[in-house]
């Protein structure tokens, strides 16, 4: 899983995620045309999300093995995609300028991404106990719980901050507060 635990990350063995399978007919008009679109296949299903019609939920998902089947009825081969998976509700996103309450229908916690672009520079600025240093106007800072950084513009700025542990969303309610008004962005997946 990743940092934010909403999602998988390529090569990391924390916890056990969810197995999904899949299975496909894969074709072409010859033999190379259908290796082509199995191996294209196998190339989109390497790291993806996975949606289906009438699920609230969507799957982050990475491919962990795969097998490919002769069906002998050319020129159809039978593709078996088996993926690790993290079930979640679509991206939520809460707007605020001052303390809030969110709701997080999950029932584990998951990585936060909070992002603001600052309306007036100040010594420092705290979000959900976190404290950013040398806020200047204009910028835009990201405490990114999802992927694990922090960024002004896009350059890190870790080092500007108090962080011992990104920032995640538990189960039920959760206060957000902020030291002064500013408009923030705080976005999580219900996991």
């Not at 969810?18 to 010859?30: C, D, I, K, M, R």
């Not at 705290?126 to 990201?142: E, F, N, P, R, S």
């Amino acid at each position: 899983r990743s940092v934010g635990l909403e999602n998988i990350a390529r090569y990391r063995d924390e916890a056990d995620p969810a197995e999904l399978t899949l299975e496909f007919y894969v074709g072409g008009p010859s033999y190379e045309a259908t290796q082509t679109n199995i191996s294209n296949l196998f190339l989109a299903a390497e790291q993806c999300i996975i949606r289906r019609e009438g699920d609230i939920f969507e799957y982050a998902a990475v491919l962990t093995d795969r097998e490919v089947e002769d069906t002998e009825v050319e020129p159809y081969h039978l593709v078996t995609c088996t993926l690790a998976a993290v079930r979640r509700k679509p991206l939520s996103t809460i707007y605020t300028e001052k303390d809030i309450v969110i709701f997080n229908e999950g029932n584990t916690k998951s990585g936060a991404r909070i992002s603001f672009t600052a309306t007036k520079a100040c010594e420092s600025f705290q979000v959900m106990g976190i404290t950013l240093d040398g806020i200047q106007k204009g910028k835009t800072y990201v405490i990114d719980g999802m992927k694990g950084c922090v960024t002004a513009d896009g350059i890190n700025y870790f080092a500007n901050t108090d962080l011992i542990d990104f920032p995640k969303i538990l189960p039920g309610k959760n206060e957000i507060h902020l030291s002064e008004s500013m408009p923030v962005m705080v976005s999580f997946y219900p996991v």
